[in-house]
């Protein structure tokens, strides 16, 4: 049943439908009884209302009741009345239309549709897997290649393992190292697992065949000259003992070893007591660490990384990656649980009770099937639980290669020392990829709660896990070059739990007091957290800097001003001062809109930011950094994002409905469905999951090229 007013200035009314057998004798036709009444179901209404009616509810037919209200009070919030007409006539036009869309047909669409994109690329993974550069996990395998070339042993991945041969046999000295070094930047992998690839100019070790295949007792090894894409502004990189390289963790961490800043000790030292359980103490001198890093100039990935070793910190990693998965999963539960109790009993009472002004659908695309009275939106919602659950199918196989190339028995610790897998390029931690899955998983089952029953009380289920993806995102990338001083999993969900405590009070009340407390937090928390990026952790806090400004007293070790870092930390400030004069000027009711922007934005920035540095350095004219280079899947996943986004906030544009004005406001939103049993909002849930799980698989392979 659809009702539409022809007036300009439509006045409040009230519509009721009421069972045909209530005529004529129990027919409820005034304004204080229309309400009442066995099946009775009623809205208010201004510019146009819309009621699902079913048939076997009304076998008999239905009255339709339309009674103008005696006050504009009940229909007006977030707009203003036209005042109240001494006449208070009205003019409608009453349609039926009848739901055509099948349910079921559009859930096996919705299905058919995340299945084909799941087989197109896992095809696609397995079909690009060792050509065209696209290969998924070529980082390890390339790794593994490298490693295999430096030894000159075969490697793990070759059919014929069991043939043991010395060192002595596959090497020659030191000096053809040096000259593998040369090309360490790329390797080339052959189909053939049987070929190990080797960069050595065609140095005669045991005999070169003639289409240019070196034989090493048995072993092939392919001479091929990889180098680095160079560009044409760019000059030629100089020799490796003299370029300016970015240190690897290897490098720093070996000097920070030998510079007395890890010490280790067996406990046997100090006593006599044998088979104790102990086998080793660590202590770290942090005066020293912390100086190294307060250089900012000269900081290195490893300086950030002096405790990212599961053998001497479990706990210290643990807590900056594991845990947050295990946060993010009890958190789940004990959120998803009251909330879908909760919003299942708002809908429940809404039906029974008749009053459909109680949850805020999308009344002229509403498809009741199930146990739900509104089945596309919750249902739309399933695009976050597969994309969740796909990512941390791959993150889970990533960490599987990753492993089995740190624990390959070919590529002992002793020998390799500081230059084995787990001590090279940027650290591989998979806590947090983990957590994130999990986040869209959980956002897509809130999201669905929340649609249930949509209201301006229980909007906060539909951001709480966007919150926690923003903020993830970002502790993530920033992990990548800084996961010694990457907060804890408990301390960042406190801050997540302090802001969905302002979102609480934001949702009762909308004082002038309470914008001035929430911009003032805003701006000092932007404040804190700047100043501790800035200055890698190690720079004199907040209370600190106020303490030696009230007392005179300046620092007593003044820090250089690294200008290049300066420059966009202060863009950053003044973007968020901004927001907070922008947020402190609209003062609209509810703040969960606002906080998902802050956290958004940052999020945003931090990533051009990050993205900005690797590109400079990528593509610089003197001593360019080919590892700060992006792959090409790379860029495809980051370019798909993108294009997924942007159409989501092309269908997110177009409201649909507002909780925060009043159930008869937010109906004159209402459109019909787009596609199937689809509105617009739910292309949002659709595209923007996509467009979510090819940024967090951008994030993902970021770094493939530091290895």
Not at 77 to 99: D, F, Q
């Amino acid at each position: 049943l659809k009702v539409t007013s022809k007036q300009e200035n439509p006045v409040c009314s009230l519509v009721s439908v009421q069972p045909l057998e209530n005529c004529p004798e129990d027919l409820y036709d005034e304004e204080k009884d229309m309400r009442y009444g066995d099946s009775t179901v009623f809205q208010t209404m201004l510019k146009v209302t819309a009621i699902v009616i079913l048939k076997k509810d009304y076998p008999k037919g239905v009255n339709i009741v339309i009674r103008a209200k005696s006050s504009d009070s009940d229909c007006y919030l977030k707009t203003e009345s036209h005042g109240v007409p001494l006449n208070r006539s009205m003019e409608v036009a009453i349609s039926i239309e009848y739901l055509s869309e099948d349910p079921v047909l559009s859930t096996c669409a919705v299905l058919l549709f995340y299945s084909v994109i799941g087989l197109l690329g896992g095809g696609l993974s397995l079909f690009t897997y060792r050509t065209f550069g696209f290969e998924f996990d070529g980082k390890f395998r390339k790794q593994e290649l490298r490693l295999s070339q430096s030894q000159g042993v075969k490697s793990a991945v070759t059919k014929t393992k069991s043939k043991s041969i010395s060192m002595s046999q596959l090497t020659e000295p030191a000096e053809e190292a040096d000259e593998m070094r040369k090309y360490e930047y790329e390797y080339n992998c052959e189909a053939n697992p049987e070929e190990i690839i080797d960069n050595t100019h065609g140095r005669d070790t045991n005999g070169i065949t003639g289409d240019g295949i070196k034989t090493t007792n048995g072993i092939k090894l392919r001479l091929e000259e990889a180098q680095p894409s160079k560009f044409f502004w760019q000059n030629p990189l100089p020799p490796p003992d003299q370029a300016d390289a970015p240190t690897t963790g290897a490098q720093t961490t070996h000097n920070l070893l030998y510079n007395n800043v890890m010490r280790s000790r067996h406990p046997s030292e100090n006593t006599e007591t044998s088979g104790l359980k102990v086998k080793k103490i660590v202590t770290l001198d942090l005066t020293e660490i912390l100086k190294k890093r307060a250089n900012r100039k000269e900081v290195t990935v490893a300086d950030m990384a002096v405790h990212f070793n599961k053998e001497y910190f479990p706990n210290f990693m643990r807590m900056r990656s594991e845990l947050f998965l295990w946060l993010i999963l009890l958190a789940g539960i004990y959120y998803t649980l009251p909330v879908f109790q909760l919003v299942y009993y708002y809908q429940e009472t809404a039906i029974r009770s008749g009053n459909l002004d109680t949850c805020y659908y999308n009344y002229l695309c509403l498809y009741p099937w199930g146990p739900f009275a509104d089945f596309g939106h919750v249902f739309s919602n399933v695009g976050y639980v597969i994309s969740g659950l796909i990512f941390m199918a791959i993150v889970r196989k990533r960490s599987y290669k990753y492993d089995k190339l740190c624990s390959n028995l070919n590529f002992r610790e002793e020998e390799l020392k500081m230059k084995h897998p787990k001590f090279t390029g940027v650290p591989e931690t998979y806590g947090i990829f983990y957590a994130l899955g999990a986040a869209l998983t959980f956002e897509g089952v809130l999201s669905g709660c929340y649609h249930v029953c949509p209201t301006a009380v229980n909007f906060q289920f539909d951001t709480t896990f966007m919150y926690v993806i923003s903020v993830l995102v970002f502790l993530k990338v920033y992990q990548f070059r800084h996961s010694d001083i990457t907060q804890t999993a408990h301390l960042v969900f406190l801050v997540i739990g302090v802001a969905l405590i302002v979102e609480v009070i934001g949702i009762f009340t909308s004082s002038e007091f309470f914008w001035i407390i929430f911009v003032t937090g805003y701006i000092m928390f932007v404040i804190i957290f700047i100043n501790q990026v800035y200055y890698n952790g190690t720079g004199p806090n907040l209370f600190q800097r106020v303490k030696s400004l009230l007392s005179g007293k300046c620092s007593e070790s003044p820090t250089k001003v690294l200008y290049k870092k300066l420059v966009p930390t202060i863009l950053i400030l003044l973007v968020n001062i901004a927001m907070a004069v922008f947020f402190f000027y609209k003062r609209k009711p509810g703040v969960s809109r606002y906080i998902l922007s802050i956290m958004m934005v940052n999020m945003v920035l931090y990533i051009i930011y990050y993205l900005s540095n690797k590109m400079y350095y990528r593509f610089r004219t003197n001593n360019w950094k080919p590892s700060e280079g992006l792959r090409i899947l790379t860029c495809l996943y980051g370019v798909a994002s993108l294009l997924f986004m942007a159409g989501a906030v092309f269908f997110f544009l177009k409201e649909l409905k507002t909780s925060a004005g009043t159930p008869a406001e937010s109906r004159n939103l209402n459109d019909s469905c787009y596609m199937l049993i689809f509105d617009n909002h739910d292309m949002w849930h659709f595209l923007s999951a996509a467009g979510l799980f090819y940024l967090f698989m951008f994030i993902l392979t970021i770094e493939d090229y530091n290895m």
